[in-house]
Nanobody
Framework: QVQLQESGGGLVQPGGSLRLSCAAS????????MAWYRQTPGNERELVAKIYGGGTTTYADFVKGRFTISREYGSNTVYLQMNSLQPEDTAVYSCNAEASWGKKVGVNYWGQGTQVTVSS
C-alpha cells in the first residue's frame, strides 16, 4: 500500500503563492509517477501537473508558467509551487501516485485532499 499525506493548503490573496507538499509512504511499491489534481464542487477532478520517474513533467494549460511540480526522490515527496494564484484556482487539491510492485502495475493512490482558497 502507498499512503499519501498532503500539506500546505490554505487561504491566499489573488496574486499570492502557496506550496503544497505530498509525502508518500510507499512500502514495497515503486512510485512511477506523482501528480496533483484539483476539483471544485460540481466538476470532475482535473489534472494540474504530473512528474514521472525520470523527471519529465507535464502541466495543464491553465497553470503553465505559474505552477511548478518537483519531486524529492530520497523522501518520496512531491511539491507543487503555485504562484500568481487567482480566484479560479480555488479548489481541493489532491496528490496522486501511480505505483507498481511485481505484477501490479499502474495502481493509483490518492491523498485526502487539501483546500486552496484564493480570495481577497
Amino acid at each position: 500500500q502507498v499512503q499519501l499525506q498532503e500539506s500546505g493548503g490554505g487561504l491566499v490573496q489573488p496574486g499570492g503563492s502557496l506550496r503544497l507538499s505530498c509525502a508518500a509512504s510507499r512500502g514495497k511499491y515503486t512510485i512511477d509517477a506523482m501528480a496533483w489534481y484539483r476539483q471544485t464542487p460540481g466538476n470532475e477532478r482535473e489534472l494540474v501537473a504530473k512528474i514521472y520517474g525520470g523527471g519529465t513533467t507535464t502541466y495543464a494549460d491553465f497553470v503553465k508558467g505559474r505552477f511548478t511540480i518537483s519531486r524529492e526522490y530520497g523522501s518520496n515527496t512531491v511539491y507543487l509551487q503555485m504562484n500568481s494564484l487567482q480566484p479560479e484556482d480555488t479548489a481541493v487539491y489532491s496528490c496522486n501516485a501511480e505505483a507498481s510492485w511485481g505484477k501490479k502495475v499502474g495502481v493509483n493512490y490518492w491523498g485526502q485532499g487539501t483546500q486552496v482558497t484564493v480570495s481577497s
